[in-house]
Structure formats: C-alpha cells, structure tokens
C-alpha cells in the first residue's frame, strides 16, 4: 500500500518568515494529495490540495508544488503568523475503486514565534 | 447545516467492554471514513463506506466492526475494547470521489480503555 514519510515532525519559525514542510509517497498511482491543519483540539481541516496533473498551486500565503517524478511534495507557508500555528499533515489518495483513501504523513508541529 | 457530527465526544472504557461510536452527516455525502489517530502516527483509516449498506477495510481494521444502515450514519464498534485502542477517533465524510476531494471531519472521539 501506499507509504507517506513526512518531515520535519517539528518546525519553528519566528513571525514573518516562511516555513517549508515535504512529504514523499511511495505509489506512483497516488493522484491526489491534500494537506490538513489541525489546531490543539480540533479537527483537521483542509487548506489546500492539488492534483497530480498540476506541478503548483498557490492560495494567498500557502502553495503546494508536486513533483511526481520524484514522489515528493511540499508546502510552502510564506509571511507566517501565529495563528499559522497548529500541526500539519500530508496525504496521499489512490484511487481504489470507486474509493478515496488517503494515507497521511505523521504530521509536523508548526511553531510560529511572535 | 451540522455538517459532520460525532457521539460521544469522550468516553472511558474498561478492559473487555464494548462501545458504539456514531458518526453523523447531513450532506448527503456517499462516502464516509473512520480513523484513528494517536500521537506521532498521524491519522490512519479504520473503515471506510462507500454508500448506505457498504462497508470494507481501511489499514488498521482488527478489533472493529462497522455498519451503514443510514446513507447518513456510519457506526464504529468496538466489541472488547483493549488499552491499544486508546485514541482519538475521527469520522470523515465526501461527497464524491470523482469531482469532489475534500473530507470532511467529524469533531473527534477521545476515547481513553483502562
């Protein structure tokens, strides 16, 4: 099945710079990866996804960039703020089926320092 | 609009008893997912449903038990809970698989076996 290895599993950054966070997958089939913020407490929420037919996208601060050959992807968080602060999970989805199942990174720890 | 909803939000179990967890949505959404997730493993997938009356295995399946009787509901059993099953528990939901990517998460299950 498919594999995610996420790094780093901590992360801090002082208010105002950027913060990277990869992610690499194992199954070349994977076409779908989304990324997650979780805040203590709270359930993961999606922030921004991208397709494997796609090599970048960008949402205000956030950008996500695929390289499928490789395997790997990564978030880009530029001008953080605390409230950037939370963890954050890859994932990766092949298609079984009629079925999504994503296969997620074990998270990173985002510290954004005032 | 609830959105994804989830009972109870916490509960302590012995060693050998048995629990229900319900998971609700009032999208409409076909497809529903449990998984659990425990401190540096991010979020792995128990069971998954891909319409009322279907059910197949996610990555960690053993110890579970799942039904959709309810296009809206998705329930997670435990039949003899075990300290190993200690976790936060989240349900997730989709609408489609096709057009649709992003799941959505219920608000979590602390569940605590002693």
């Known amino acids: 099945g498919e594999n995610v290895e996420q790094h780093p599993s901590t992360l801090s950054v002082q208010e105002g710079d950027s913060a990277v966070i990869k992610c690499t997958y194992s199954?070349?089939?994977?076409?779908?990866f989304p990324w997650y913020k979780q805040e203590l407490g709270k359930r993961p929420q999606l922030i921004i996804d991208i397709r494997s037919n796609v090599g970048e996208k960008k949402d205000q601060r956030i950008a996500v960039t695929l390289n499928k050959t490789a395997k790997h992807f990564s978030l880009h968080i530029t001008e953080t703020q605390p409230e950037d602060s939370a963890v954050y999970f890859c994932?990766?989805?092949?298609?079984?089926?009629?079925?999504?199942?994503?296969?997620f990174g074990s998270g990173t720890q985002l510290t954004v320092l005032p | 609009n609830a959105g994804v909803t989830q009972t109870p939000k916490f509960r302590v179990l012995k060693t050998g008893q048995s629990m229900t967890l319900l998971c609700a949505q009032d999208?409409?959404?076909?497809?529903m997912y449990w998984y659990r997730q425990d401190p540096g493993m991010g979020l792995r997938l128990i069971h998954y449903s891909v319409g009322e009356g279907t059910t197949a295995k996610g990555e960690v399946p053993d110890g579970y038990n799942v039904s959709r009787l309810k296009k809206q509901n998705f329930l997670l059993g435990l039949e003899s809970a075990a300290p190993s099953q200690t976790s936060v528990y989240f349900c997730a939901s989709i609408k489609d698989t096709v057009i649709y990517n992003e799941q959505f998460f219920g608000p979590g299950t602390r569940l605590t076996v002693l």
């Open positions: 994932a990766a989805s092949v298609p079984t089926g009629s079925a999504r199942q994503l296969t």
């Open positions: 999208m409409n959404h076909e497809y």
């Open positions: 199954d070349s089939a994977s076409n779908y």
